[in-house]
């Protein structure tokens, strides 16, 4: 889903209640979505998050 922003080690779904970062993703060109409280939608694009990525950030 995800890499690890130091080691860049994968990651997956930890919590799956939006407690955690483990699931941070690009939605829609939106960086840090956490993928696994979000509501899917057809024609959504989700993206691997790679590293560390700010909110500020456009992907
Ligand atoms: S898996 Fe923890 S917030 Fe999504």
Known sequence: MR???HL???RGLFC??????????VV???PN?????ERLA???V?????G???SSDTY
């Open 3 to 5: 890499e690890s922003g």
């Open 8 to 10: 860049h080690r994968p």
């Open 16 to 25: 799956n209640i939006g407690n955690c970062s483990s699931c941070l993703m």
């Open 28 to 30: 829609n060109g939106e």
């Open 33 to 37: 979505v956490r993928v696994c409280v």
């Open 42 to 44: 057809e024609g959504m």
């Open 46 to 50: 989700v993206e691997t998050r790679r």
């Open 52 to 54: 560390r990525v700010n």
